[in-house]
């Protein structure tokens, strides 16, 4: 239901051959590298870090994004500090180009057209032309993508990526094989949204001849009965490093993720749990614009890590939506709710800015160490 409806499959077609015939983004080795530190993550007590913004600007723009990776690695090396622990880190950029929406169609005074969902489907301007889907855009994002991966590698190594996978048209001819293994070359890790997690839908189809670690996101309505049929589909050999569960709960997290972590355990399943502070903590002001408040985001941080120490499960990271730069699309810290329009730069869900995005960093640390010692206490 979220894959675009393209008008000219004969265009479609030449552009999944072009992409098919690309070079790769992301290479072998490195996923299977990556493959090794998650699988050893929860035993070794590190910590996964990703950061980004909700949906990329398909016009490659290297301040924005040399910024946005800086600030994630300086927040990941924070956290490590702080807490004596290994970070890996990434970004959910190099390919953050298409958006699953609730809504097929919006409608503003008299007309009604297909809703805006990524720069690599349609464009943001509400004319019929812009808000067609056309396959062309893929190259754009493959190009934009390739550039931002060779950034992001230039500047760290170490610098992992990762996107939704919503557009099959694009990830799909980007599946790459090495001996009898599959592995999609668009990123590190996909993702299945909150839209496309159903155990019979065509995301869970695609993702599960993969070996790529996947995302999964999880809100307070996933059910765990079916959550459990995913993970099992996708990871039908229980690998531990495979499955990663992005929680975003926002003030239900207390109710739902104590049950999630109990049937996964019953399960005996091996997951990650990632926290995902942003996602459920999003509120309209009265003219439509969205924003969010950084005491919910904080709020949404301790709450998972608590709820994971309580149940003796290790809280595997964090993922929060987020850019390297002063926006003012979040209230708190340095951004009042008088400044949101001062420099709101997102085309979706609003971002943290730097400043916030660090002071998160000193959240996480500081309240994993005071209730790792307090439940190492209890113990003893």
Known sequence: MQLPKYEDEKLLNKIQTQLANSPELIDYESIVELKKHLAALNQNESFLII??????????????????????????????????????????????????RTEQYETIGNQTLPVYKGDMINHIDFTVTARTPKPELMIDGYTTSSKTIKLGK????????????????????????????????????????????????????????????????????TKVEELINIIRKLNPDNLPGKILLIIRMGKKIAEHLPKMIDGIKQANLNVIYICDPCHANIQKLLDGTKIRYF???????????????????????????????????????????????NKYLTKCD???????????????????NEERKKYENINS
Request: proline share 4%.
């Open 51 to 100: 950061g980004g913004p909700c949906a990329e600007d398909i016009v490659f723009n290297s301040d924005y994004i040399k910024k946005t990776i800086e600030t994630i690695i300086t927040l990941s090396k924070n956290i490590s500090q702080q807490t004596q622990h290994e970070v890996i880190y990434g970004g959910r950029i190099g390919g953050q180009f298409a958006k699953p």
């Open 154 to 221: 230039k500047l760290d190594p170490k610098f992992y990526f990762t996107h939704e996978a919503l557009l099959i048209h694009y990830e799909e001819p980007q599946i790459k094989t090495k001996g009898s293994e599959h592995y999609l070359s668009s990123t590190h890790i996909p993702w299945i949204g909150e839209r496309t997690r159903n155990a019979d839908s065509a995301h869970v189809e695609f993702l599960r001849g993969i070996i790529n670690p996947v995302g999964i996101k999880c809100s307070e309505t």
């Open 295 to 341: 005491t919910d985001i904080e709020q949404e941080v301790k709450a998972f890590l608590q709820i994971c120490l309580e149940h003796h499960v290790h809280p595997g990271g964090i993922h929060a939506e987020l850019c390297g730069i002063e926006t003012t699309e979040c209230i708190g810290l340095n951004v009042e709710i008088d400044h949101v329009k």
């Open 350 to 368: 609003p971002n943290m800015n730097k400043t916030q995005a660090l002071a998160l960093a000193k959240i996480w640390a500081d309240t994993y």
